[in-house]
């Protein structure tokens, strides 16, 4: 497995750069006839990001997996700093998952000074997740374009446990003819029911207690009762969402630890 931290080491290692392309006898995606998958993370991995890293290691001859704590997806009072960071950790979990490049930029790489370009998925970037987050989805399409820019995926792998997520990348992908298919992965979730999460290490022994009500009033896919089950958390929404598939989403607090969670309402994805 290699580790890349630059765009144009990215780019040599795949052979994606328009301008040296297929000249770097090192390269390891220049392939004409391989397939791409591309898992975008921010780490601290769990089962839930080797869900991701198995359904692209399945499908495609090559896997890149960006580990990127990306800033401009955090609003002014998100967790940005708290985030938890592990490098050595999460390589160590690629590279046993069958990741064959992980790209790991600082931020700088990623917003070189002067940057000044975004994509606004307008819409769908201003309802629930986006209404709660300004700014966040921006953010997110942004990172995910020039992510499909410099790797060229053909599929490229996202949770359904951040069904909003997968929709805004997926109107994107279909708004700006990216020509990349979006696989969208079911939720993992511990025994219990509570979805895998990197912020689940917030949580305290109690809170976590107290975050399952999310999971148990999501699976009455009622809204109503939902929020009858909720009643004793802090609730940000508790809402049905016209996503392919619909969802029941909600998002609560749990101390200062804000989870969210879905399910689909058609198929048989959890
Ligand atoms: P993150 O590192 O939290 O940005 O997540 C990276 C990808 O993993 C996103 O597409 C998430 O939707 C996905 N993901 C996070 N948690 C889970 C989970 N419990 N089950 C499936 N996918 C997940």
Redesign the pocket.
Known sequence: MRIVRTVASLREALGTDPKAAGTDPEAVGTDPTGTRGL???????????L??FEAARAENDLVVAS?FV?PAQFGAHDDLSRYPRDEDRDAAIAEQAGVDVVFVPTADEMYPPGFQTWVDVEELSRVLEGAARPGHFRGVATVCLKLFSIVRPHRA??????AQ??AVVRRLVRDLELGIEIRA?????DPDGL?????NEYLSPDERERALALPQALATRDPERARELLAGLDVDYVELADFDPPVLAAAVRVGSTRLIDNVPLEGDDQ
């Open positions: 898992v975008p993370t921010m780490g601290a991995f769990h089962a839930g990001h869900a991701l580990l990306n792998y996202f949770g359904q446990k951040d997520q997968v992965v079911a939720t993992v979730r979805a895998l999460s990197s912020r």
